[in-house]
Every structure is written in structure tokens, then in C-alpha cells.
T-cell receptor, first 119, second 114 residues
Framework: GAVVSQHPSWVICKSGTSVKIECRSL??????MFWYRQFPKQSLMLMAT?????????EQGVEKDKFLINHASLTLSTLTVTSAHPEDSSFYIC???????????????FGPGTRLTVT | EDQVTQSPEALRLQEGESSSLNCSYT??????LFWYRQDPGKGPEFLFT?????EEKEKERLKATLTKKESFLHITAPKPEDSATYLC???????????????WGLGTSLAVNP
């Protein structure tokens, strides 16, 4: 149980284009999902918290107009990197909290990550 | 301010050589402490949640313990496949709103040599 998928697993795009990453909870409902960014040999950096049916909450320093988040259903959140530049190249990971389990616990279940390379 | 510090930063063990990883935390009211394992190029894999001092949880060669200030991840007779980065995170009362974000440590990179 508690499986989270991400698509695509890797993507290469040209500078100036936009890229969409999908995060799905496969066997549970997730009112809340999180988007992280991870640089090589560094820990997770929370970018934003995505809540189903409402606007995402972005961490300080994260450009909300550049990293668009949509949480349209209880099992799907998307992250769109708009007008991507080489400095946006990174490993993006999503996580999800089980809505029902989350009433008593706070675990986050992670997707496998998406490697974005902007050329 | 809530904070998590993990030590050591890196650890190299021989197969079968037991050891412990440390996670020290400062939080205004602990709701939960979490251990994850992360392999290179993959998302973190959930291992344990601990809620109160004195609590212990086990899974195969791993055992997690919790005090009021720190948590230990004990690895008994490790195998090469236990090589990974182990991450610790806490959920505090101050982050207990709707977002409920976790505060993360930087991780311990474990290498187990055959």
C-alpha cells in the first residue's frame, strides 16, 4: 500500500519551454501533497504544499509563477516548470499524505522522482 | 525554531558490523519523528514513525528508538544492500496546521562493504 507514482521519470527540455510533472497516489486519497527539489548529495528542499481544491502554499524563495502547482483531484497533483532555464535542472520529488490515515499520523509517502535537465 | 541534526554525515561499515545513526531534534512539541531510506536517484522510502519517548520499532536489521531529544537508528549485522542515505524528519506542533510539513535532517550516507 501507499504507492505514489511520478511521470515522467526523466525529461530533457530546451531553455524557455515548459515542463509538466505528474504525481499520483495510486492506492489512497491524498488531500495534501508536497513538492520537493533535491540537489546532488543534498537533503530535500520543500518547494510547496499542494492542497486539493485550493491554492498551493509556497516556501519562501520559491517563485509561484515559475513553479505552477495544480491539485485537481484527491489522487493527482501536477508541477509545471514554466520558461525553464538550466538552473532549474534538478531532481524533483513529490510526496503525499494519506487523507484517512493522516487523521492520526503524519507520514509522507514519496514518488520515485523526476530528473529534469534543461539544455 | 524546529531543527533536526543527523550524525555522522557519512558512515562506512564492514558487512556484519553493527552501528547506530543519530538524529537530534529540537521541536516545540513533537507530533512524530520519521525515518526514511533513500537510494541514489530515487525518492525516499518510508521506514518508521515514532511518536513518544521510549517508543521502539523494528524492521529486519533496523531498529529505531526515541528519547525526548534524539532518535537512534540501530543497524544490526548490516549487509551491502543496506547501503543508502538515511533521512530523519520531525513533525512539530508549530507545523501542525493544514500543511503539516516535515523538518528534515541532512541525512547519513551509509556504505556497507562486503
Amino acid at each position: 500500500g501507499a504507492v505514489v507514482s511520478q511521470h515522467p521519470s526523466w525529461v530533457i527540455c530546451k531553455s524557455g519551454t515548459s515542463v509538466k510533472i505528474e504525481c499520483r497516489s495510486l492506492d489512497f486519497q491524498a488531500t495534501t501533497m508536497f513538492w520537493y527539489r533535491q540537489f546532488p548529495k543534498q537533503s530535500l528542499m520543500l518547494m510547496a504544499t499542494s492542497n486539493e481544491g485550493s491554492k498551493a502554499t509556497y516556501e519562501q524563495g520559491v517563485e509561484k509563477d515559475k513553479f505552477l502547482i495544480n491539485h485537481a483531484s484527491l489522487t493527482l497533483s501536477t508541477l509545471t516548470v514554466t520558461s525553464a532555464h538550466p538552473e532549474d535542472s534538478s531532481f524533483y520529488i513529490c510526496s503525499a499524505r494519506d487523507t484517512l490515515q493522516g487523521l492520526v499520523s503524519y507520514e509522507q509517502y514519496f514518488g520515485p522522482g523526476t530528473r529534469l535537465t534543461v539544455t | 525554531e524546529d531543527q533536526v541534526t543527523q550524525s555522522p554525515e557519512a558512515l562506512r561499515l564492514q558487512e556484519g558490523e553493527s552501528s547506530s545513526l543519530n538524529c537530534s531534534y529540537t521541536v516545540s512539541g513533537l507530533r512524530g519523528l520519521f525515518w526514511y531510506r533513500q537510494d541514489p536517484g530515487k525518492g525516499p522510502e518510508f521506514l518508521f514513525t515514532l511518536y513518544s519517548a521510549g517508543e521502539e520499532k523494528e524492521k529486519e536489521r533496523l531498529k529505531a528508538t526515541l528519547t525526548k531529544k534524539e532518535s537512534f537508528l540501530h543497524i544490526t549485522a548490516p549487509k551491502p544492500e543496506d547501503s543508502a542515505t538515511y533521512l530523519c524528519a520531525v513533525q512539530g506542533i508549530s507545523n501542525g496546521g493544514n500543511n503539516r510539513k516535515l523538518i528534515w535532517g541532512l541525512g547519513t550516507s551509509l556504505a556497507v562493504n562486503p
